[in-house]
């Protein structure tokens, strides 16, 4: 009777530690980031898909089935093989390990507090290079879109054209690049919507969490461009009235908003890259530091995760050094519809 109790408190006992170990946070409180091309499954509708995200939790510390039994997370033979075969779990005798990086807080923190050090020194070694482009901006009569151009164009785009491509990363049978969770979401989001089109143009809106107006999902979607000698046109006469009350084009169709053509003859676009390459080039001094602190041993991998902080915390710089001024409309300000403009512009010639 004693040694039957005994066990009993044992398993117990070990049952209480697997769950001490482990906090588990629901996905919608995270941040989870994809840095990825799909070729059937995005690594979201995985990670979302039954108790996968509880699976992968509870195998930040490496164990075998009986860990799920513990801990009652619903499973089955064909889930533990998609999560290995698709980069989030490694399987090796009998024992499973999560291997996608999932930052606790004080991680989450520590990442944070890093990125700030990096964008801090970045943006000041490179200073001159953003007041030219600024600038050229303000040459081109953008003075007004030269947040957007900055965060969403040369940041959130042209950045990552010097960084490590998504296959070179990881590259498994749905999907190749990089996923991680962050431990909590930002309240205050500032990001950049982009829309692919015809004849390899795209639009891009730079929006923001606290902005009242916003451009119609419906135009961004639908407004295709024509462009021929006489410039660039609304190509649906339909959509001409509503987007002119947005100030992406006049009443004859002509569009206003910046239109960067990806070639080195387009001004724009080749010093956003040189500004671009540079950035990149800087963040190498950082990176065995940044790899050894986090335990990423993948150099792709870093890198983006490091990229993906900075974008933020440089463009906040830029504001607090006066070279770009964020526009009323992304702080929430009442704002005519015709400020829409300054956050929208076209560019042709590359694929998203």
């Given at each position: 009777m004693r040694k039957t109790i005994l066990c009993a408190i044992l398993a117990l006992s070990a049952m209480l530690s697997t769950n001490a170990q482990i906090t588990f946070r629901n996905l919608s409180d995270c941040d989870p980031t994809a840095f990825c091309s799909f070729q059937e499954t995005h690594p979201a509708e995985i990670i979302n898909k039954g108790d996968n995200w509880k699976i992968v939790q509870a195998f930040q510390k490496k164990g075998s089935t009986k860990t799920l039994d513990k801990l009652n997370i619903q499973y089955s033979d064909s889930c533990l093989k998609q999560l290995t075969d698709e980069g989030f779990l490694e399987y090796c005798k009998g024992q499973y390990h999560t291997i996608i990086h999932i930052f606790n807080e004080q991680q989450t923190k520590e990442l944070v507090d890093f990125g700030q050090k990096v964008a801090k020194g970045l943006t000041e070694s490179n200073k001159e290079e953003f007041k030219k482009y600024v600038a050229l901006l303000n040459k081109k009569g953008f003075r007004n879109n030269a947040y957007s151009l900055t965060f969403s164009y040369?940041?959130?785009?042209?950045?990552?054209?010097?960084?490590?491509?998504?296959?070179?990363?990881?590259?498994?049978?749905?999907?190749?690049?990089?996923?991680?969770?962050?431990?909590?979401?930002?309240?205050?989001?500032?990001?950049?919507?982009?829309?692919?089109?015809?004849?390899?143009?795209?639009?891009?809106?730079?929006?923001s969490s606290n902005q009242k107006k916003h451009y119609p999902y419906r135009l961004l979607l639908n407004t295709q461009v024509a462009v021929n000698e006489n410039g660039v046109h609304i190509k649906d006469s339909s959509l001409i009235a509503d987007n002119q009350k947005y100030g992406v084009c006049n009443a004859s169709g002509n569009v206003l908003v910046p239109f960067i053509t990806s070639n080195n003859t387009n001004e724009i676009y080749s010093m956003a890259g040189e500004v671009a390459h540079k950035l990149v080039d800087g963040m190498q001094k950082y990176m065995n530091e940044f790899q050894k602190k986090f335990n990423i041993s993948n150099y792709g991998e870093a890198q983006v995760i490091l990229a993906h902080e900075l974008i933020w915390d440089i463009i906040d710089n830029l504001i607090e050094d006066k070279i770009v001024e964020k526009p009323s409309i992304l702080m929430g300000k009442d704002i005519e519809p015709s400020d829409i403009k300054y956050t929208i512009f076209f560019t042709q010639g590359k694929k998203h």
């Open positions: 040369l940041l959130d785009d042209r950045l990552w054209d010097f960084i490590t491509p998504r296959e070179k990363i990881h590259h498994y049978s749905s999907w190749s690049g990089c996923y991680w969770v962050k431990f909590k979401r930002e309240k205050n989001i500032t990001g950049t919507n982009t829309a692919v089109g015809e004849d390899s143009i795209n639009l891009s809106v730079t929006f």
